[in-house]
């Protein structure tokens, strides 16, 4: 992937999360403290104005950029993306070059999620953004493409509405945080879906069933 590509991908993932930020407010609002949408919203003008200055960068300089962009907001978002940004950063130097594959894409996916699950001392069925990121990484895992990642994060976004919290402010709420999908899990499915959309207007590998086995 070129950094001019991951450029592109990052801002239609921006201006996705910032058009959504009334939805994520709403859904965060009903278990948390309501303003999931705002830092996501704070996160992606952030990241924007972080890459407002094109510059001859490594898609690894890119990636810390926006890290250092999403750490920036604070909130419980920030440091968990930032930790995936960073491990994903990281794991993008020891991989080959050459061009993007499903293989690749797992590692990247992989080294995120284990980051955030780190983090945030949290696994799959505890009703966060693990709840979508975890099918994404599975799809990968079977080999599947981008496109299938991210219908899986959506998947696991709607299906983490009939969740119970454990992790977070929502766990207070008990079975009562059952009902809505995770605010977290559902910016991460937008995200992905946004960059799958901006991927496949400029590269076929990464768009779909064109992805190889590397």
């Not at 050459?98 to 992989?110: I, Y």
């Not at 001392?121 to 080999?143: C, F, M, Q, S, Y």
């Not at 959309?197 to 076929?204: C, E, I, L, V």
Request: aromatic content about 0%; overall charge negative.
């Amino acid at each position: 992937m070129s950094s001019q590509l991951l450029r592109a991908c990052v801002v239609a993932a921006a201006d996705a999360v910032e058009a959504a930020r009334d939805e994520l407010c709403r859904l965060d609002a009903a278990a948390g403290d309501g303003d999931h949408g705002l830092t996501m919203a704070l996160a992606a003008r952030a990241v924007r104005q972080a890459l407002a200055d094109p510059q001859d960068e490594s898609d690894h300089e890119v990636l810390v950029k926006i890290a250092l962009a999403m750490a920036s907001v604070g909130g419980a978002s920030g440091p968990i993306y930032t930790s995936g940004l960073l491990a994903v950063a990281t794991k993008l130097d020891e991989l080959p070059p050459g061009p993007m594959t499903a293989v690749k894409m797992l590692a990247l996916g992989e080294a995120a999620e284990n980051a955030i699950s780190a983090i945030g001392h949290a696994k799959p069925g505890d009703k966060t953004i693990l709840d979508a990121l975890h099918p994404a990484v599975e799809a990968l895992r079977r080999g599947q493409d981008l496109a299938a990642a991210a219908k899986a994060a959506r998947a696991g976004a709607e299906a983490s509405a009939e969740m119970v919290a454990t992790i977070g402010r929502a766990s207070r709420l008990g079975e009562r945080s059952r009902g809505l999908p995770d605010p977290g899990a559902t910016s991460l499915a937008l995200i992905l879906e946004s960059v799958h959309t901006a991927a496949a207007r400029d590269d076929q590998q990464l768009a779909g069933d064109e992805v190889g086995l590397a």
